[in-house]
């Protein structure tokens, strides 16, 4: 079976820090792009970070870039998302996705899905 375990969500101050995890199993892991989406209250899912199969260097969306650091450890199937200088307009249910394939930004073109982890930001 399938499995994406995030966790790591919270309540956070603005300009507080969170560390995600996303625990995989039951597939390959380090033969699937892995990317972190979050959907903000009332909207539909945002690309926000991916990293290639192997590792090394992550791309970013341009609302995170420079505050946000995607890892993976493939020995322990494990995805990071380290959130830095958190904003209230961070605030979303963040989940993990895998492709069998190169990055995209399409959620639909993901083969696997976590269930979420509550991040907010707030005062």
């Known amino acids: 079976e399938v499995q994406l375990q995030a966790s790591g969500g919270g309540l956070v101050q603005p300009g507080g820090s969170l560390r995600l995890s996303c625990a995989a199993s039951?597939?390959?892991?380090?033969?699937?792009?892995m990317s972190w989406f979050r959907q903000p209250p009332g909207e539909g899912p945002e690309w926000v970070s991916s990293?290639?199969?192997?590792?090394?260097?992550?791309i970013y969306a341009d609302s995170v870039k420079g505050r946000f650091t995607t890892s993976r450890d493939n020995a322990e199937n494990t995805l990071y998302l380290q959130m830095n200088s958190l904003k209230p307009e961070d605030t979303a249910v963040y989940f993990c996705?895998?492709?069998?394939?190169?990055?995209?930004?399409?959620?639909?073109?993901?083969?696997?899905w976590g269930q979420g982890t509550q991040v907010t930001v707030s005062s």
């Open positions: 996705a895998a492709r069998y394939g190169v990055f995209t930004f399409r959620p639909v073109q993901y083969d696997y």
């Open positions: 039951g597939f390959t892991f380090n033969n699937y792009t």
């Open positions: 990293i290639g199969r192997g590792g090394g260097s992550a």
